[in-house]
């Protein structure tokens, strides 16, 4: 028998149990899964600071206007056309208006009107009205002479007027007339308003109803009191 001191040295592995050929091939399916978790927090990583570098970069930019960054002008106060029209979509306009009595105003043709069965207008020449004819007018209607004034000389100074809409602007103006009359009489104003119920009804009486009316559109409304519910 040969000794062992003899025989050449060799290294023995012992392979614990766990470092198995069964164990091994585990092992090894779990590099890839942990790839995968480094490139997940990786990912994670750099889409934090991306967004934080967008966050940081937007702090002060102010957004931009469709005008291109252009400052905006200053909000034109309403025409006292559209006041008028904001006005008579009022619900007491349009009572008041539905209750008014007025002379029949009929479209002979394109160019005449017949006013009260008995007054015929030629829309052709309304700057041509004699004294006469404008207070058989005025009288029908009921409103002062300046009034119809102001309505003729508007109708003259823009597109020629045709039998229709004369029709339509005549019975408007009687009736914005005799409300802005009634609501400007009727108001109370408070202490140290009393000037503009003044200014107000002396518009109407020079026959500057647009005035009258972006008066009475802008007039400061009473809120309820405090407390009150007002059920819609």
Known sequence: MVSNLFLPAMKIEIIPPAEGPAHAGRRWQSKPRCSRWSLIRISLAALVTLTQGM???SVGQTLQSPDHGRPSAKAEPASPVLLAAEGRRQPSYQVFASGCTAPAITVVNGTTLE???KQKLDVSRLDQLTTPEKETLDGQLAVPVVVIDGLLRDCTNQAPADATGLAGKLRVTAIDYK???EKWTQY???TGGEKVKTDA???????DLEKAWAMYVTLPRPEPPGGVRIAG
């Open 55 to 57: 966050i940081i970069g």
């Open 115 to 117: 006013v009260g069965g």
């Open 179 to 181: 409300y802005l009359l």
């Open 188 to 190: 109370h104003p408070p």
């Open 201 to 207: 009804l002396r518009a109407l009486q020079s026959g």
